[in-house]
Each structure stands twice: as C-alpha cells, then as structure tokens.
C-alpha cells in the first residue's frame, strides 16, 4: 500500500497519508488497514454516530504510544464535516464537536489516528436531552469479563421490569457497558438519577457481587456499576471501534 494517496468518496476529496504506519505493532496492523476496516463497517457504525458530537480518541503512533484525547473539531476540517456547539463552563463557552454523519467523515477522521470513536448520548442540537441511557461495568479483580456479563444479566431484568430493551456490549477493555435506548424526552437529571437507583438496588441484592460507588478500596472482586456516564458531558466508546 501506497504511503499517501488521493481519494474521492461520495463526491468528497481527501488525502489519506501514512498509509502504511503500523499502528498495531503486535499484529502489524496499519493505518490503512484501520482505515479499510471504518469504511467496511460503515454500514452498521454510522447509525451510532450520526448527529451525536464526537470526542475523538488519538493515537498518532499507534496503540502502544501516547493518546489523547479531542473534543473540539480540528480547524483544519474539510468544510464538509458538520459540527454543533456544545456549551462548556470550562471553556467559557461552547465547543464545536465533530459530527460524524457519513463515510467521508469517518474516513477523515480514521485518517486522523482516531482509532477510537466516543459519541455523545445525546443526539444535536438537543444536547440536553440524552437518548441513551448507560451503565458501565467495571471489574475489580479478580472480578473480569465473565462477573461483568452476570451483573449485565441482572441489570437487563430490573430493566424489563420496566418494560426497558437493553442491550450489551464489550468495552474495548476489561469490561462491558448496556444501553437503554430512549424513545421519550428525559433530561440527564432523570438518567443519572434513574441509573443511580438501579446500582443501588442491585448492590443491595447483590452485596458480593456488586458495588455502586466508585472508592476502589470497595471494588476488589467486584462489578462496579458506573452509573455517573449518564452525563452530557461524558462519552463512552463506540460499537464497532
């Protein structure tokens, strides 16, 4: 594969450049391989992504180099690449996100190292009213991925009590996360509090199993239910990245 090189997708021109840079050195994985794989599961990855501001993870040197992470969208985009404002105290203002609504996008942005894709829960430009409610199960070891996928268990049936679909996904690292999609207006208020509730209820059900707070010292063995992702201000990782 070429080192750099000119493309044209869905009318749009971009150039793609350190083309064959491992960026996974145990594999030999590149970022042209990276980028093949974002254009081939851009079916069923856009979905996910469209209209929710995108904080992008970095990794100019690979996955056993420094990262870091993005929020406001580069200066340098193509002009093509939508944004939307989201207020920021820190900042004293708002930042314009990244939008990532279509295969040009994803593939600028995969070009840029982003190996890692954190959407929004929120949809713009409402960005005050998630659509998404999340729990991030975290283990304390010796508790792994096969303790994370039995708290998942319980998590989904106090949900159904509710008559809430959830559904399940790895992290990326050692644990999983379930989503609840909302189909009616709530505010973070509501999800945070509504998830809150739920870690408290299961680790009272649960004590050996599960904790709710976040005080290490507490989750050795254990799942830590992580319910403060329910925040506007918060992103977890995207299916598929």
Same mark, same amino acid.
């Given at each position: 594969? *070429?080192? #750099?090189?000119?493309?044209? @997708?869905?009318?749009?021109?971009?150039?793609?450049?350190?083309?064959?840079?491992?960026?996974?050195?145990?594999?030999?994985?590149?970022?042209?391989?990276?980028?093949?794989?974002?254009?081939?599961?851009?079916?069923?990855?856009?979905?996910?992504?469209?209209? =929710?501001?995108?904080?992008?993870?970095?990794?100019?040197?690979?996955? !056993?180099?420094?990262?870091?992470?993005?929020?406001?969208?580069?200066?340098? =985009?193509?002009?093509?690449?939508?944004?939307?404002?989201?207020?920021?105290?820190?900042?004293?203002?708002?930042? #314009?996100?990244?939008?990532?609504?279509? +295969?040009?996008?994803?593939?600028?942005?995969?070009?840029?190292?982003? @190996?890692?894709?954190?959407?929004?829960?929120?949809? *713009?430009?409402?960005?005050?009213?998630?659509?998404?409610?999340?729990?991030? +199960?975290?283990?304390?070891?010796?508790?792994?991925?096969?303790?994370?996928?039995?708290?998942?268990?319980?998590? =989904? !049936?106090?949900?159904?009590?509710?008559?809430?679909?959830?559904?399940?996904?790895?992290?990326?690292?050692?644990?999983?996360?379930?989503?609840?999609?909302?189909?009616? &207006?709530?505010?973070? !208020? #509501?999800?945070?509090?509504?998830?809150? &509730?739920?870690?408290?209820?299961?680790?009272?059900?649960?004590?050996?199993?599960?904790?709710?707070?976040?005080?290490? #010292?507490?989750?050795?063995?254990?799942?830590? @239910?992580?319910?403060?992702?329910?925040?506007?201000?918060?992103?977890?990782?995207?299916?598929?990245?």
């Amino acid at each position: 594969m *070429a080192a #750099d090189a000119q493309v044209e @997708i869905k009318g749009k021109r971009l150039k793609l450049s350190n083309l064959d840079k491992v960026f996974y050195p145990k594999t030999g994985f590149t970022k042209g391989q990276v980028i093949d794989y974002y254009t081939r599961v851009s079916g069923a990855l856009l979905p996910h992504l469209k209209k =929710r501001p995108l904080t992008l993870k970095r990794y100019p040197n690979g996955v !056993d180099e420094k990262f870091f992470y993005e929020k406001r969208c580069p200066t340098h =985009r193509p002009e093509w690449v939508a944004t939307a404002p989201v207020p920021s105290d820190r900042h004293g203002g708002p930042i #314009d996100y990244c939008l990532c609504n279509d +295969l040009p996008t994803l593939v600028w942005v995969a070009n840029m190292a982003s @190996i890692e894709l954190h959407p929004s829960l929120s949809h *713009a430009p409402k960005i005050e009213q998630p659509t998404t409610l999340a729990f991030d +199960l975290d283990p304390g070891p010796p508790a792994a991925i096969l303790e994370c996928a039995q708290v998942g268990l319980w998590v =989904r !049936d106090v949900l159904a009590e509710f008559g809430l679909e959830s559904f399940p996904k790895t992290s990326g690292s050692k644990g999983m996360q379930v989503y609840v999609p909302l189909n009616t &207006a709530v505010t973070y !208020d #509501d999800t945070k509090g509504f998830s809150h &509730a739920l870690a408290r209820l299961l680790e009272k059900q649960h004590p050996k199993e599960v904790v709710s707070v976040m005080t290490k #010292d507490l989750r050795k063995g254990k799942v830590f @239910i992580d319910w403060s992702q329910n925040d506007e201000h918060k992103t977890t990782v995207s299916v598929y990245s």
